[in-house]
């Protein structure tokens, strides 16, 4: 559980009971401030309508791993098998080997360097993604992305919030691998 108590009852909840037939842990800690769990969603959903899905589960799974967000990689771990690749492709692209290309591969690497050290990113990582035909404001989605992981994962990790215990369920070896901090609460 958090290092936090969480709120019995909350206007967020019922949302989560809704979609997944339980409460998310992440829920709950943010239960105390409903405003902030309404921001970090509109941000979202602003990064999400400014770019391609898919390289914004990439960039986030880049920038989890490099945070080592047990929650934030299971997540989103979870909707890249369940949208775009099988589990097995899942497991290789976190282990630098998956069915990539190279602006793939390269968007990956901005990502995680963002969250492992922003000021050490320099002109020629920005003029790599250019060369491979990224516009300036597709640089900022992949910064900005990786920026707000920082946020929204060391939020989670600072508060004890455990991966909800349903991501169990999960394939093994993906979700073993997508296990890069802190474990999976008991289910």
Known sequence: MAFIETPAESELYQADLEQQGYVANMTRVFAHRPELWAAWRELVGALRRSMDWRRYELVTVAAAQELRSSYCMLAHGKVLVEEFYDADQVRAIVEGHGPLDEVDRAVMELGAKVARD?????????????????????????????????????????LGAEPD????????????ELVVGRPIEAG
Do not use: H, Q, W
């Open 118 to 158: 922003a000021r050490a990113v320099t002109a020629d990582d920005i003029a790599r993604l250019r060369a491979l035909g990224l516009s300036d404001g597709e640089i900022l989605d992949v910064v900005a992305t990786a920026s707000a992981r920082c946020f929204f994962s060391k939020a989670l990790d600072a």
């Open 165 to 176: 215990a349903a991501y169990r369920a999960l394939d093994p070896a993906m979700r073993d």
